[in-house]
Nanobody, 114 residues
Framework: QVQLVESGGGLVQAGGSLRLSCVAS????????MGWYRQAPGKQRELVAI???????NYADSVKGRFTISRDHAKDTVYLEMNSLKPEDTAVYYC????????WGQGTQVTVSS
């Protein structure tokens, strides 16, 4: 079992920055994939960024160059640094981990005003 707890969402103006954090507890190891997805109202949940195999990262095209995912293995924490935020980044952001099963956090709201 893995539990994921996100924090760091909020309201920010366009062009601003936010940093999301996700603390994992349970049987999770450095080789397991962790990352972030998001879901905007009326839309499907979509990949934002993932980090796996210790250093490999993957980003959605819409966030490349603006968002950075990182991971602190000692703290079992994954971060999402979001810069140059746009109103279209508004969504609920979910932390994700894949071990023997897929696990999801409860979500944190990010709202970007124009």
């Amino acid at each position: 079992q893995v539990q994921l707890v996100e924090s760091g969402g909020g309201l920010v103006q366009a062009g601003g920055s936010l940093r999301l954090s996700c603390v994992a507890s349970g049987k999770i190891f450095a080789g397991h994939v962790m990352g972030w997805y998001r879901q905007a109202p009326g839309k499907q949940r979509e990949l934002v960024a993932i980090v796996g195999n210790y250093i490999h990262t993957n980003y959605a095209d819409s966030v490349k160059g603006r968002f950075t995912i990182s991971r602190d293995h000692a703290k079992d924490t994954v971060y999402l640094e979001m810069n140059s935020l746009k109103p279209e980044d508004t969504a609920v952001y979910y932390c994700y981990a894949s071990t023997d099963h897929d696990y999801w956090g409860q979500g944190t709201q990010v709202t970007v005003s124009s």
